[in-house]
């Protein structure tokens, strides 16, 4: 959950907080990469956030608490020799045996849980931070074991392209023009000052002044369609200095209502998640069944049926049923590059 708003990112975890977890993970990352303990000396230089201590004094008091820690939380840190000659020297590391995970095996509804859960995590990668620390361990002669570090930081990302290039223009105080996807299917052309943005229920809306109507708007980031242009001149408009993105989202969001009943045919051996949460069940032949389900939140449910693709089609209602073929046409959009088609602009 976070906020964007002028230039600064207002999140409900604290700075301290953030930077700690960080610093614990690059710590953690360098231990696991390497296949000899590491010095101190090294560790600091590996590190980034210990490079920002201001004495060595201060980051032997900083690691001993970091230490600490990793211990408590269960990781296997080792203390060894690093050089039989010289047994003051002290190395540490994270012996990958005892950190990994014993074999597991899932159960098929457990399969599904975790292929829900995937759809908000990126690709297990490094961070910035933790990828300079490897290559400054490779570079003072440090044997990496880059196998140990798979999946270590699966980073959790929002799936709207647009909210890059709008974090952009919010810090930099410059206008965007984009197709903005309106409740009834049709596009319209926005052009928008982005003042933040905010996360409100799970999803992440830009706030900000629309120059066509000449008043506050809020976009919810899902219904952007197609790329989001910076147009003018950086710090062209200022942000209304009692602007609160999220107390905006609030007040214009409508209350979510209970919907028709969603009358799906799903694909046999498809759509599980749906089938368990469905009212009633029919067999249409050995193919198809007939799903009858209810939901409430017309766009949640939309990509989720979007989602499994050629395996479920709406039979009823409408609404819910364009807005279905709507994020279909916007996804073979983007892998053919051609325009939406059955689109209206106005």
């Known amino acids: ?67 600490d820690e990793l211990r408590e939380l269960g990781i296997p840190l080792e203390t060894s020799v690093v050089d039989p000659l010289f047994d003051d020297e002290l190395g540490y590391r994270i012996d990958r045996r005892e950190y990994a995970l014993p074999e597991i095996s899932f159960t098929p509804d457990e399969v599904s849980a ?18 300079a620390a490897l290559t400054k361990l490779a570079a003072t002669g440090v044997v990496l074991d880059d196998r140990s570090v798979v999946g270590v930081e699966p980073r959790i990302r929002t799936q709207e392209a647009s909210f890059e290039p709008l974090r952009r223009a919010v810090r930099d105080r410059r206008a965007v023009t984009f197709d903005y996807r309106k409740a009834d299917g049709t596009l319209a052309a926005r052009r928008v000052q982005p003042w933040g943005l905010t996360q409100w229920r799970g ?7 629309d120059a066509q109507r000449e008043a506050e708007r809020v976009f919810r980031l899902g219904r952007i369609v197609g790329p989001v242009k910076a147009v003018g001149s950086v710090g062209a408009y200022a942000v209304p200095a009692d602007h609160e993105p999220r107390v905006l989202v609030r007040s214009t969001e409508p209350e979510v209502v209970d919907q028709p009943p969603a009358i799906l045919r799903v694909r046999v051996g498809a759509g599980n998640t749906l089938r368990r949460r469905a009212r009633s069940i029919g067999d249409i032949d050995d193919q198809w069944s007939l799903v009858d389900i209810d939901y409430r939140d017309i766009d949640g449910f939309a990509a989720e049926v979007a989602g499994f693709g050629p395996d479920v089609v709406v ?14 046409r916007e996804a073979a ?14």
């Open 114 to 131: 975790l292929v829900l859960a995937g759809r908000i995590w990126s690709q297990a990668s490094l961070a910035a931070q933790a990828n």
């Open 1 to 67: 959950m976070g906020t964007w708003s002028g230039s600064v990112a207002r999140v409900s975890v604290q700075p301290s907080v953030a930077a700690k977890t960080e610093r614990l993970l690059n710590l953690v990352i360098a231990l696991l990469s390497t296949r000899m303990p590491l010095t101190k000396a090294r560790i600091r230089a590996a590190v980034p956030q210990y490079q920002d201590t201001a004495s060595v004094e201060a980051f032997d008091r900083m690691f001993e608490r970091d230490k």
């Open 315 to 328: 039979e009823a209602p409408q609404d819910l049923q364009r807005a279905v073929l709507s994020l279909l």
């Open 333 to 346: 959009a983007r892998h053919t590059g051609a325009v939406p088609g059955e689109q209206v602009r106005r």
């Open 203 to 209: 999803r992440w809306y830009v706030t900000g002044w």
